[in-house]
């Protein structure tokens, strides 16, 4: 069974500009939630979407968005992008939405450097 | 405000010693607790689910407990092995429809 994959896996942007980061969850999947991770703040949440609807929302600014499609995919945007925006995007899949406290499965992470 | 901690922040060990890491969180009323570990640039790999009606998990050299009165979690690794050189983070959940929070993680060296 193939993992958890995210596209694209580095991606160099300037500030200003926006960005989209897709992550495919593993077959069957329906929860996708995306993580961002930093060397000062560690990992954080950003939101966590289930059959399309965004179910939680971490505490980031308006300029971080994202979606999930009817094939259980998602999306993840940020525009207006800031220096600070930097760090590894890392997006896991699940079964339900943490009914039955299943384990979540990470994908590889996309790496992105904002100059 | 409800935070997870994970001390000490590296550890450096030498092969074949049994070790244990530890997790701390604030609030005890937890869902579940999950510990992860992460090779450096790669996303993360589950370890062990524990929940909250759970003290403790095993997989093979690894065994997780769980005391919620205290609001700890510990990660015990039985004979040390190079291989198991990684940061290892303990993530808590607070209900079934929460986010999860991570701790800040423990990077763990195994001396050859």
């Known amino acids: 069974k193939a993992g958890v994959t995210q596209t694209p896996r580095y991606l160099i942007k300037t500030r200003g500009q926006q960005v989209t980061l897709s992550c495919s969850p593993i077959?069957?999947?329906?929860?996708v939630s995306w993580y961002q991770q930093t060397p000062g703040q560690g990992l954080q949440f950003l939101f966590e979407y289930f059959s399309e609807t965004q179910r939680n929302k971490g505490n980031f600014p308006g300029r971080f968005s994202g979606r999930q499609f009817s094939n259980s995919r998602s999306e993840m945007n940020v525009s207006t992008l800031e220096l600070g925006d930097s760090a590894l995007y890392l997006c896991?899949?699940?079964?339900?939405?943490?009914?039955?406290?299943?384990?979540?499965?990470f994908g590889p992470g996309t790496r992105l450097l904002v100059l | 405000k409800q935070e997870v901690t994970q001390i000490p922040a590296a550890l450096s060990v030498p092969e074949g010693e049994n070790l244990v890491l530890n997790c701390s969180f604030t609030d005890s009323a937890i869902y579940n607790l999950q510990w992860f570990r992460q090779d450096p640039g790669k996303g993360l790999t589950s370890l062990l689910l524990?929940?909250?009606?759970?003290r403790e998990q095993t997989s093979g050299r690894l065994n997780a407990s769980l005391d919620k009165s205290s609001g700890r979690s510990t990660l015990y690794i039985a004979a040390s092995q190079p291989g198991d050189s990684a940061t290892y983070l303990c993530?808590?959940?607070?209900?079934?429809?929460?986010?999860?929070?991570f701790g800040s993680g423990t990077r763990l060296s195994i001396r050859p």
């Open positions: 524990i929940q909250s009606s759970q």
């Open positions: 896991a899949s699940g079964r339900t939405s943490g009914r039955l406290g299943e384990t979540q499965y």
């Open positions: 993530a808590v959940r607070y209900s079934s429809a929460s986010k999860i929070i």
């Open positions: 077959s069957g999947h329906r929860s």
